[in-house]
């Protein structure tokens, strides 16, 4: 009787509910949406007769010779781009679209026919609906793809995707509190008229000045009226248990982002055979990869340049170089592309904006360079024909004397980037990487909040496909664990092969950096041969132009390789989840960029002329001598490497990044409009399906060159920043010109990519923060071993009367007596004559002492100077991040308090609708007593999170004593029942 009577109630809530859903329901919205449902039933029937179709027509009906009916044949007339965006009822929507060629032998083939019609007929019994459009001339067949709405719920739960609550839910009633302050303030105003005299003043130039930064801060803000602020409402993780929260009826629930992530999911699941042998026979891409199918995509929302879509608002206001000043709509971003893009876009944007403070004081150092140029003393003294200074010569045999003089030029731009100003940078931007990286989380937590990602977990992630597959035969008896990966028979081999062929990849650079150290060597040597003073300044600035532009060359090649290599390396290691499987293929082609492109650079800074000895005992590399540094010192070639470096690989990433994709795009052009006669145009080739297929595929790893090449600026801007003053400016006028050329790629030449929820930027992260940690180190051994600041401040402290550089030239080259040169080392032909010494760039003794050319005292003093200098710029820089990161949190306390709150008034909402659905109530926030009608979370609105957690330790005392109080009045009426009986 008891179970009954609970059934009847149950039975009762659920029919009371079922009537208040569809008094909800009659609004236009939902009679739409009932009307798309009955369509979607019928359209069921179509597709169960087409699974009873014989195999021939089958065939004919996949080649369009027989479609689904529709209400109007086609005609020449333009479609409207709206109307290609649905199946041709109208009401369907296409969420995705698969394409075959009849033309290619390999998809026209008897067995990718059945694997076609095996795995359309398994996408059908999963839920999917297709329909099938007429074959075009040139071959193409289009498969409209519909997720109905059973499906969507189905795998919303099972995706755990978190959904927007139902909107009278999450309304919650604002503070409108005053500052105690600001209301005596106005008070004491009100009451004193002199008060109030200059209250009115005070607040009338502040609304000018507001008025006036807001007038100028709109031509950089976001456009409201283009883009309007998104609403913020509660969110939960979807479950058909819990519908009642949700309004799946809405228009816009299931966004086209969502609809083309969860088809994807299924594409990439589905099997394409009935045979059981094949661990491997199912997903789309391998299909793809096997030309049975030629393309699957979603479709982008409309025209281009037509408005009326998403796509050409963001094109013209958000793509367009003229709006490069403007910030960008990133939520409308995150909305068109996924999370994944946006936070991309998100990072590089908040990376731009903070290069500006760096370029300013980068931009503030060099004209300092510039207007002291003329008042540094060694550069005037080189360049002073007076002193005749002659140097020895810089090779073996075929090198001559030379004049200090020509080396004038070099010299003054050395100085541009080798001053005390370069020192104060080299600091500042110690303390920016830091100060980058912690603003960027505490940014990253503002984001991640706003896009709904605080509570995700990358353990929720599904697996790869190709991960179950590989282990599908490790022993799991019960079905509830998921497959590992053997240690020893899979791991091991996988990460030794992985490291064996990093290093050798990491050789061959290497190898090539140092082909690119003889080539100066040569080349150095050939000019010397012409039997002129070709070894000056002009000399040196063309050997290491031309050796960093064959660098660069060498880097463009190499990448190529690496690229593919990663790849197949990461595939062998069996990494569960699509974000894991990421990580790992950044982390490889990094590891490889890093030293492609920084091997060079690195012999540069810290080991060209290091090495060389000196005048009449040199250390040889290969039977020839070794490079050495200009008078000024390796900052000067450094300085050049890198701008040639950076610069050049921006300027020719840019390039091939708009080049190739319009290369592709030409391509996929040709082969739709294959088999039109000369002028002939399609009318079917208006239909977006049509117009997308021409796009090029963006991939799943789309994002990692973007990310690669900021990372390595980055590099550039932080690792030899000391060197380079000006890197910040040039990063931060290609960043800007970046975003649009990258947002305008996107729009124009990509394929809609399917979204992917990420929490962060992933690896990129941890990438960044040991790219900061390494160019406090880099740059602390810039300064003290590769510059002359160390010993500058030596001579001006404990050698210069006046504290000045006077006298430092002669006081940095050493004496060398001619005839202590080794045979056959002096110069043939010389054009100088009876030349007895030569100077040369070293702390030596005179030849006319007893420890004659041995290292004098000054230089170990300089020595322990350049160690002391490092010891105490990277602690002292340490202590600083310490602070830094010990002053701002990861996280806010206001946003902190705000998450705290909402997912306690998300759990009381829950707590609160299932109680009214115990009870027998309508849920969504209306109930059939008038307290129902209120949100009972609404006074919490104003509340922090200790409020929150007081308010929560309050309503749990109140339950558990009402809780008790309903217990003891059960218990005595109970006893004084069975005291009666």
């Given amino acids: 009787m008891e179970a009954h009577s609970l059934l009847s109630e149950d039975s009762l809530a659920s029919a009371f509910v079922k009537v208040k859903e569809e008094d909800v329901a009659m609004s236009v919205e939902g009679m739409y949406h009932n009307a798309q449902e009955l369509n979607g039933e019928a359209k069921k029937r179509i597709s169960n007769l087409?699974?009873?179709?014989?195999?021939?027509?089958?065939?004919?009906?996949?080649?369009?010779?027989?479609?689904?009916?529709?209400?109007?044949?086609?005609?020449?007339?333009?479609?409207?781009?709206?109307?290609?965006?649905?199946?041709?009822?109208?009401?369907?929507?296409?969420?995705?679209?698969?394409?075959?060629?009849?033309?290619?032998?390999?998809?026209?083939?008897?067995?990718?026919?059945?694997?076609?019609?095996?795995?359309?007929?398994?996408?059908?019994?999963?839920?999917?609906?297709?329909?099938?459009?007429?074959?075009?001339?040139?071959?193409?067949?289009?498969?409209?793809?519909?997720?109905?709405?059973?499906?969507?719920?189905?795998?919303?739960?099972?995706l755990k995707l978190r959904m927007p609550m139902r909107e009278e839910l999450c309304h919650i009633e604002k503070d409108n509190k005053m500052n105690p302050l600001l209301h005596a303030t106005m008070y004491l105003s009100q009451k004193i008229p002199a008060l109030q005299e200059v209250h009115e003043k005070t607040n009338s130039l502040l609304d000018s000045l507001s008025s006036y930064a807001d007038r100028i801060m709109g031509h950089f803000y976001v456009d409201t009226k283009v883009f309007p602020p998104r609403s913020y409402r509660f969110t939960a993780v979807y479950s058909r248990d819990k519908e009642y929260l949700f309004d799946i009826h809405s228009k816009g629930f299931f966004t086209p982002a969502i609809r083309s992530r969860i088809v994807q999911f299924i594409l990439d699941r589905e099997r394409f055979t009935e045979t059981q042998g094949d661990d491997f026979a199912f997903g789309i891409e391998r299909l793809i990869n096997q030309w049975v199918y030629t393309a699957a995509y979603p479709l982008h929302d409309g025209e281009l340049r037509v408005p009326g879509s998403m796509r050409n608002t963001l094109y013209t206001e958000w793509a367009a170089v003229n709006k490069c000043l403007r910030y960008q709509p990133l939520d409308y971003v995150k909305e068109y592309f996924g999370v994944k893009i946006g936070l991309y876009f998100a990072w590089l944007g908040f990376y731009t904006h903070m290069l500006i403070p760096a370029s300013v004081v980068g931009v503030i150092c060099f004209i300092y360079s510039c207007l002291t140029l003329y008042g540094d003393f060694p550069s005037e003294d080189i360049c002073n024909k007076r002193l005749n200074i002659i140097m020895c010569p810089t090779c073996d045999h075929f090198c001559d004397y030379w004049n200090l003089e020509e080396t004038c030029l070099h010299a003054k731009v050395t100085y541009l980037f080798d001053n005390p100003s370069t020192v104060f940078f080299a600091i500042f931007m110690s303390f920016w990487a830091a100060m980058f990286l912690e603003l960027w989380k505490r940014y990253s937590a503002e984001i991640t909040h706003r896009w709904d990602l605080t509570g995700f977990d990358i353990q929720e992630e599904h697996s790869r496909p190709q991960y179950l597959a590989r282990l599908k035969n490790v022993n799991n008896v019960t079905n509830m664990k998921e497959p590992h990966v053997p240690f020893w028979r899979m791991k091991v081999p996988a990460t030794v092969l992985s490291f064996s062929v990093v290093l050798l990849l990491v050789s061959l650079a290497v190898a090539a950096v140092i082909a690119v150290v003889l080539y100066r060597m040569s080349v150095l040597a050939a000019l010397a041969v012409q039997g002129e003073s070709y070894i000056n300044s002009y000399a040196l600035l063309f050997t290491t132009s031309t050796a960093a532009s064959i660098n660069l060359c060498c880097i463009m090649g190499f990448n190529w390789i690496y690229n593919w290599l990663a790849k197949y390396l990461t595939e062998l290691e069996l990494l569960r989840t699509q974000t894991e499987f990421d990580d790992s293929l950044t982390l490889k082609i990094y590891l490889l960029q890093f030293v492609n492109y920084y091997a060079s650079i690195f012999y540069t800074a810290f080991f060209k002329g290091k090495f060389v000895g000196r005048p009449g005992e040199y250390n040889t590399f290969f039977g020839y001598r070794q490079e050495e540094c200009g008078p000024?010192?390796?900052?000067?070639?450094?300085?050049?490497?890198?701008?040639?470096?950076?610069?050049?690989?921006?300027?020719?990433?840019?390039?091939?990044?708009?080049?190739?994709?319009?290369?592709?795009?030409?391509?996929?052009?040709?082969?739709?409009?294959?088999?039109?006669?000369?002028?002939?145009?399609?009318?079917?080739?208006?239909?977006?399906?049509?117009?997308?297929?021409?796009?090029?595929?963006?991939?799943?790893?789309?994002?990692?060159?973007?990310?690669?090449?900021?990372?390595?600026?980055?590099?550039?801007?932080?690792?030899?920043?000391?060197?380079?003053?000006?890197?910040?400016?040039?990063?931060?006028?290609?960043?800007?010109?970046?975003?649009?050329?990258?947002?305008?790629?996107?729009?124009?030449?990509?394929?809609?990519?399917?979204?992917?929820?990420?929490?962060?930027?992933?690896?990129?992260?941890?990438?960044?923060?040991?790219?900061?940690?390494?160019?406090?180190?880099?740059?602390?051994?810039?300064?003290?071993?590769?510059?002359?600041?160390?010993?500058?401040?030596?001579?001006?402290?404990?050698?210069?009367?006046?504290?000045?550089?006077?006298?430092?030239?002669?006081?940095?080259?050493?004496?060398?007596?001619t005839s202590d040169l080794e045979p056959g080392s002096e110069p043939y032909n010389s054009s100088y004559v009876n030349v007895t010494e030569c100077r040369y760039a070293d702390y030596r003794e005179p030849p006319n002492v007893a420890n004659k050319y041995d290292r004098t005292a000054m230089y170990w003093y300089i020595l322990a100077a350049r160690l002391a200098f490092v010891v105490v710029f990277e602690n002292v820089v340490a202590v600083v991040m310490i602070v830094v990161h010990w002053c701002i949190p990861d996280i806010s306390n206001r946003l902190r308090d705000q998450i705290r709150q909402e997912a306690y008034i998300t759990n009381e909402i829950i707590i609160h609708q299932e109680t009214l659905r115990a009870r027998g109530c309508n849920f969504g926030g209306v109930t059939g007593s008038g307290d129902g009608d209120r949100n009972p979370c609404a006074h919490l609105g104003h509340f922090s999170g200790s409020d929150v957690d007081l308010s929560m330790l309050a309503g749990h005392e109140l339950e558990t004593t009402d809780i008790t109080r309903k217990r003891l009045a059960w218990e005595t009426h109970s006893s004084d029942h069975s005291e009666t009986v």
């Fill in 50 to 158: 087409h699974d009873n179709l014989t195999d021939n027509e089958s065939v004919e009906l996949q080649r369009g010779r027989t479609s689904l009916p529709h209400s109007q044949s086609e005609t020449q007339i333009k479609p409207s781009c709206r109307s290609s965006l649905y199946f041709h009822d109208g009401l369907r929507s296409v969420d995705f679209v698969l394409v075959w060629d009849d033309l290619l032998k390999q998809s026209n083939s008897a067995a990718s026919q059945e694997k076609r019609k095996v795995f359309e007929r398994n996408l059908q019994r999963e839920g999917l609906e297709l329909e099938y459009e007429k074959r075009e001339t040139s071959g193409l067949n289009f498969i409209k793809v519909h997720a109905t709405l059973e499906v969507l719920r189905r795998y919303s739960e099972i």
């Fill in 632 to 817: 000024g010192g390796c900052l000067m070639e450094l300085c050049i490497q890198l701008a040639i470096i950076m610069v050049g690989k921006q300027i020719m990433n840019s390039i091939l990044e708009m080049i190739m994709p319009l290369f592709y795009k030409w391509l996929n052009t040709l082969k739709v409009k294959t088999g039109l006669g000369e002028g002939q145009k399609s009318h079917r080739s208006y239909y977006q399906w049509v117009k997308d297929f021409k796009l090029v595929d963006w991939g799943p790893q789309g994002l990692f060159p973007e990310y690669l090449e900021m990372v390595l600026q980055y590099g550039f801007v932080t690792i030899f920043v000391s060197a380079f003053p000006l890197a910040p400016f040039f990063a931060l006028l290609n960043n800007i010109l970046e975003m649009r050329l990258d947002a305008k790629k996107l729009l124009t030449y990509f394929r809609r990519p399917v979204t992917q929820r990420v929490r962060d930027i992933g690896v990129w992260y941890r990438i960044l923060d040991s790219i900061g940690k390494l160019s406090v180190i880099t740059n602390g051994f810039i300064i003290a071993f590769t510059s002359d600041f160390i010993p500058h401040v030596v001579y001006t402290t404990a050698v210069s009367q006046h504290n000045s550089l006077q006298g430092f030239l002669n006081f940095s080259l050493s004496v060398f007596n």
